[in-house]
Nanobody
Framework: QVQLVESGGGLVQAGGSLRLSCAVS????????MGWYRQAPGKQRELVAL???????NYADSVKGRFTSSRGSAKNALYLQMNSLKPEDTAVYYC??????????????WGQGTRVTVSS
C-alpha cells in the first residue's frame, strides 16, 4: 500500500520561506511522476509543481521563480522549497503520485496534506 506523508507546513510571515517534505512508503519502484498541489479555502485544488518521469519540472505561473521542487536521491521523497511566500500561498499542500497505468500506477495517490499559512 503506497502511502504519502507530508510535513513541514506552518505559519510564516510574508517574504519568508518554508520547505515541505513528502515521504513515500510502500512503493516497489520509483519510476513515476510526483507533484505538489494546494487547496486554499473555498477554492479548487490546483497544481503547484510536477516533476515528470524524465526529471523535468513544471510549475504553476503563480509560483515560478519562488518555489523549487526536487526529489530525494532514492526517489522516495519529494520536496518543495518555497521562498518569498505571499499571503495568497496560504493553503493546504498535498503530495501526489499521478495515475499512470503504463507504469503500473493504477490510481492517484495523495497525502493527507500539510497546512501553510502566510501572514501579511
Amino acid at each position: 500500500q503506497v502511502q504519502l506523508v507530508e510535513s513541514g507546513g506552518g505559519l510564516v510571515q510574508a517574504g519568508g520561506s518554508l520547505r515541505l517534505s513528502c515521504a513515500v512508503s510502500g512503493s516497489r519502484d520509483s519510476v513515476y511522476a510526483m507533484g505538489w498541489y494546494r487547496q486554499a479555502p473555498g477554492k479548487q485544488r490546483e497544481l503547484v509543481a510536477l516533476i515528470n518521469i524524465d526529471g523535468s519540472t513544471n510549475y504553476a505561473d503563480s509560483v515560478k521563480g519562488r518555489f523549487t521542487s526536487s526529489r530525494g536521491s532514492a526517489k522516495n521523497a519529494l520536496y518543495l522549497q518555497m521562498n518569498s511566500l505571499k499571503p495568497e500561498d496560504t493553503a493546504v499542500y498535498y503530495c501526489n503520485i499521478p495515475r499512470n497505468p503504463r507504469l503500473g500506477v493504477l490510481i492517484d495517490y495523495w497525502g493527507q496534506g500539510t497546512r501553510v499559512t502566510v501572514s501579511s
